[in-house]
């Protein structure tokens, strides 16, 4: 007997004709012991949830769950989480699907110590229709630990992710506070307790369009990586090269936003912790290298 697996699709600011494709792309699933939660993170009297309370009669099989309040993704998330009934928990953004096989092949590959399964993708473009590589795909990793992901994001968005339930318990919920970057936040949480592993396949697509994403949003990621660095300060400073790594990034981002003197600090960070780095982990800034190189190339 199949295990049920709990499919969270969170919603906000989104007709109804997009949401359509993420569920039905939960339906047509070769795996077909699953629920389907909706949770609507609209404002009650939007046009949005007037528009989905509508649409939503013609699936009796979907939990639609709306909230009494717009309450952000993280907490549209939780309340899946806690209300799930499946032994195993996948999320969908509302405007992504899953191919055919995603979860049949990520259950193959479930065992008792892995706390995570993702797995490779596509990106399309909405407005040109060109569809390439997701990003996490191009350099692509069976497994990563909580070392691997302090030095990067190798796996992405939670539109992939294959979570035992029993996870959350040892590592907690989605965080409130992080504006940004918290399916990455939450990676690294899992990964210190359990194994995180990858199907290498193309098992979803994530798309992108003119509608706002998060991810965009330059300030939200700017504090989110900054709590992501804060937060595992401890860790960071054992491995310096993914200090320079982050502290590269943040710089980065202050510098689209012309913040100078923040800009200049984190890259001073980044310089000092990069030659730190030549003389304490030789190995990683070659295996960066590869990657690198791998990327160009694909």
Same mark, same amino acid.
């Given at each position: 007997?199949?295990?049920? /697996?709990?499919? +969270?699709?969170?919603?906000?600011?989104?007709?109804?004709?997009?949401?359509?494709?993420?569920?039905?792309? %939960?339906?047509?699933?070769?795996?077909? $012991?699953?629920?389907?939660?909706?949770?609507?993170?609209?404002?009650?009297?939007?046009?949005?949830?007037?528009?989905?309370?509508?649409?939503?009669?013609?699936?009796?099989?979907?939990?639609?769950?709306?909230?009494?309040?717009?309450?952000?993704?993280?907490?549209?998330?939780?309340?899946?989480?806690?209300?799930?009934?499946?032994?195993?928990?996948?999320?969908?953004?509302?405007?992504?699907?899953?191919?055919?096989?995603?979860?049949?092949?990520?259950?193959?590959?479930?065992?008792?110590? /892995?706390?995570?399964?993702?797995?490779?993708?596509?990106? %399309?473009?909405?407005? &040109?229709? =060109?569809? %390439?590589?997701?990003?996490?795909?191009?350099? *692509?990793? #069976?497994? /990563?630990? *909580?070392?691997?992901?302090?030095?990067?994001?190798?796996?992405?968005?939670?539109?992939?992710?294959?979570?035992? =339930?029993?996870?959350? #318990?040892?590592?907690?919920? *989605?965080?409130?506070?992080?504006?940004a970057r918290q399916d990455y936040e939450m990676w690294i949480? +899992? $990964?210190?307790? *359990?194994k995180c592993v990858g199907v290498a396949e193309p098992l979803?697509? !994530?798309?992108? !369009?003119?509608?706002?994403?998060?991810?965009?949003?330059?300030?939200?990621?700017?504090?989110?990586?900054?709590?992501?660095?804060?937060?595992?300060?401890?860790?960071?400073?054992? !491995?310096?090269?993914?200090?320079? !790594? +982050?502290?590269?990034?943040?710089?980065?981002?202050?510098?689209?936003?012309?913040?100078?003197?923040?800009?200049?600090?984190y890259r001073s960070r980044f310089l000092l912790y990069s030659?730190?780095?030549?003389?304490?982990?030789?190995?990683?800034?070659?295996?960066?290298?590869?990657?690198? =190189? &791998?990327?160009?190339?694909?």
């Amino acid at each position: 007997m199949e295990e049920l /697996v709990s499919a +969270i699709i969170t919603t906000y600011g989104r007709k109804f004709g997009v949401i359509k494709r993420s569920i039905e792309s %939960v339906l047509c699933q070769t795996y077909k $012991s699953i629920e389907i939660i909706l949770i609507d993170d609209n404002d009650p009297d939007s046009l949005f949830r007037k528009d989905i309370e509508n649409s939503i009669k013609d699936y009796s099989e979907i939990r639609y769950v709306p909230l009494l309040k717009n309450s952000g993704a993280q907490k549209a998330r939780n309340i899946g989480i806690e209300i799930a009934k499946g032994n195993f928990i996948a999320f969908l953004d509302d405007d992504d699907e899953w191919l055919p096989d995603k979860i049949e092949k990520q259950m193959n590959i479930i065992s008792e110590n /892995v706390g995570l399964v993702y797995c490779m993708g596509y990106t %399309v473009f909405e407005d &040109s229709r =060109k569809t %390439v590589d997701y990003v996490t795909t191009k350099n *692509f990793r #069976k497994e /990563v630990s *909580f070392v691997d992901l302090l030095y990067g994001d190798y796996i992405g968005t939670t539109t992939q992710a294959l979570i035992p =339930k029993g996870v959350f #318990k040892a590592a907690g919920l *989605f965080d409130l506070d992080q504006p940004a970057r918290q399916d990455y936040e939450m990676w690294i949480r +899992i $990964s210190k307790h *359990f194994k995180c592993v990858g199907v290498a396949e193309p098992l979803f697509r !994530h798309y992108v !369009h003119e509608g706002e994403q998060i991810s965009k949003d330059n300030l939200k990621s700017i504090t989110g990586f900054e709590r992501i660095y804060n937060k595992n300060i401890e860790n960071y400073k054992k !491995h310096p090269f993914a200090r320079a !790594h +982050i502290c590269l990034l943040i710089s980065s981002l202050y510098k689209k936003q012309k913040n100078t003197n923040k800009f200049l600090y984190y890259r001073s960070r980044f310089l000092l912790y990069s030659f730190l780095s030549f003389f304490c982990e030789p190995k990683k800034i070659i295996e960066h290298l590869n990657d690198k =190189k &791998s990327c160009s190339k694909s």
